[in-house]
């Protein structure tokens, strides 16, 4: 599933595809923190996302342990936060290979339905042990506030996710969200490459003895 590393057969300007699916309520800013990550800017001009929505991003991944530089294109999902939605949501979620799990800490009932969600991503995600980031959302309006950092920090805790407040508005902590979530799951595809590899070379060596 995350071995999608592209060799020569086609003509690609990038090393890996991988494929981040944000999910959470409706109006929790799922579609403008995306907005904001690959534009670089802030829009309060969208309206609930129906369905589906899809952006598209190229970046150069740096390996933590100093290897060579990954050429990576991101494929961002924003999934409908109404129930109705909900099995188109499913349909999304085996191809996923890391997801995004957003609620608005101005908006007690969306951080109580992350349980929720998060429940449904570990029921249809293709690993067992889906890599999920939790986003607190809508930092700037402090005022507002009605979920502690202690509270989502301590729920981000017992559940093993990894926490970061954001905003859409002013993009910060999401690229940090961003970069967290590609070390889970780059570290994941070079476990599984360097397995395959090990057993490819385990069969060529069976192999070899046979023909001897």
């Known amino acids: ?15 890996y595809l991988l494929k981040f699916l944000a999910l959470g309520n409706s109006n929790v800013g799922k579609t403008s923190l995306f ?22 991003k190229r970046i150069t991944y740096k390996p933590k342990d100093g290897s060579k530089d990954e ?9 409908a936060g109404q129930e109705r939605f909900r099995s188109l949501t499913t349909a999304f979620l085996r191809d996923a290979m890391g997801f995004i799990l957003v609620f608005d800490l101005t908006e007690e009932q969306s ?5 929720t969600w998060l429940d449904h991503i570990r029921a249809h995600a293709y690993y067992e042990d ?20 202690e509270t989502a920090n301590d729920f981000a805790n017992n ?27 780059m570290e994941r595809i070079k476990r599984d490459e360097l397995e395959y590899s090990s057993h490819q070379n385990v069969k060529k060596r069976r192999l070899s003895s046979f023909l001897k």
């Open 111 to 115: 951080f109580y339905d992350v349980t």
């Open 35 to 56: 907005y904001q990550y690959v534009e670089g800017k802030f829009s309060n001009k969208f309206l609930s996302t129906v369905g589906i929505d899809f952006r598209e």
């Open 159 to 185: 559940n093993n996710l990894l926490y970061y407040e954001t905003s859409a508005n002013t993009g910060a902590g999401f690229n940090d969200a961003i970069e967290s979530l590609l070390d889970l799951i």
């Open 71 to 79: 050429r990576i294109q991101l494929q961002l999902w924003d999934t």
């Open 130 to 149: 889906p890599f999920i980031i939790l986003c607190g959302n809508k930092s700037d309006l402090e005022n507002e506030r009605v979920i502690s950092k």
């Open 1 to 15: 599933m995350l071995r999608t590393k592209l060799g020569n057969t086609f003509n690609t300007e990038f090393d």
